[in-house]
């Protein structure tokens, strides 16, 4: 397997024990183990998750629903963004790619 096809796999992949940069992968997670980072199996209708940028806005997304669009896991969400001096902003419903919204939303609440 080349190291781009290697980068390309599922964040959420487990690592193989022993295998190049598997190895290192299996370090990293443990980095994160007992973290309040988000994971994909976190996310269930009703949760809500932050997002906090270094301006100090914050997207707070609460989740909907899970949908399977193409055989993708996505999430359909309502998204609340509030900034220091500016009128709270609500949207939705939105529609993420599973993994692009635990990346983004690391944050649960």
Do not use: C
Request: net charge positive; no cysteine; glycine share 8%.
């Amino acid at each position: 397997m080349s190291v781009l096809q290697e980068e390309n796999q599922s964040y959420f992949a487990p690592a193989k024990a022993g295998a190049g940069r598997g190895a290192r992968k299996s370090w990293w997670s443990s980095l994160f183990a007992g973290s309040k980072r988000s994971k994909a199996a976190d996310v269930k209708v009703g949760a809500s998750f932050r997002f906090t940028d270094k301006d100090g806005k914050v997207e707070t997304a609460r989740v909907l629903d899970l949908i399977d669009i193409l055989d993708h896991a996505h999430v359909k969400y309502t998204l609340r963004i509030e900034g220091p001096g500016q009128v709270p902003f609500e949207d939705g419903p939105r529609v993420m790619n599973l993994q692009s919204f635990v990346k983004h939303f690391a944050e649960p609440l």
